[in-house]
């Protein structure tokens, strides 16, 4: 008995033409506008207690800094540019849940029809990682660091962190664990859709481990190997948790077709007919030479 053809999710839900290459670029255009939207309107929220996010800041860096350090700010546009920052990451969290139900309706069309009542868990579980990796950096790894700094200063060199370099720091940080506590809600959903399994993340570790290295050498704003540890090893122990959460959702029914299989056919068959063009280029070049 044939199988009736998935549909697609769009917006309308009711159109089964496939988008094109273009439509896609419109469909981006569309969401990035409605998310920069929507983060303006978190940032207009977050002006009305905006004094009160900076205290708390200020405070949490003072609380890491020695005795008797404060913060300078030498350029006058700093001081205002500290309230903008604060006010954009109030505004990015108030707004993560619109940002990550736009971009599950960008991916929306790739799926199948049964994989649309993911929208809910996929707001909710990227919106949590959005928060609790913001409350890991501002408690944890950002005071961390600053104390990790703060050990160089002497009477001949006296540490005086800059308002401007210390946010900058404090943004990096934080955008940084909100992206690396998304892990555990990446796998959830590829282990429910049996891209991947909790078997292969951990025949995988070792090369997890090197690419956890590489991105938290990227994402590190400073070199030293402190910071870059402390980058690490969250993201380690969200991918040792992303392998039990992959086995504990992971569907334990017969194994579906592999998504990628037709993909990897299409590839073959590019190369095979890509090396016969070339012998016959090769072959034609030979002929007219001789």
Known sequence: MAKAPLRRIDDDDHSDARMGFLEHLEELRVRLIRCCI????GMLIAFAFV????????????????????????????????????????GLLLAAPFVMYQVWRFIA???????????????ALTSLGSVSGALFSHYLLFPSTMR?????????????????????LYLKMMLGMMVVF???????????M??????????????????????????????DPWNQIAFALP??????????????VGPKGPAEPNRATPLRLVFAASVLDQARRSRRTSRNGLRRVT
């Open 235 to 248: 993201m380690l122990a969200l991918y040792m948790f992303s392998i039990g959460l992959a086995w504990i």
């Open 182 to 192: 998304q892990i555990p809600t990446v796998v959830f959903f590829l282990a429910r």
């Open 38 to 41: 929507a983060i303006a309107i």
């Open 51 to 90: 004094d009160r996010l900076v205290d708390t800041l200020l405070a949490s860096i003072e609380r890491a800094l020695p005795a008797g350090t404060s913060l300078v700010f030498i350029k006058p546009p700093e001081g205002f540019s500290l309230w903008l920052n604060v006010a954009l990451v109030a």
């Open 148 to 168: 990790f700094f703060s050990t160089f200063s002497s009477p001949r060199m006296r540490f005086m962190p800059g308002v401007e370099d210390t946010i900058d």
């Open 194 to 223: 049996r891209v991947v399994t909790a078997r292969f993340l951990w025949r995988n570790t070792q090369y997890a481990i090197l690419a956890i290295s590489i991105i938290s050498a990227v994402l590190t704003p400073s070199t």
């Open 109 to 123: 069309p790739g799926l199948y029809a049964n994989e649309k009542k993911f929208a809910i868990p996929f707001v």
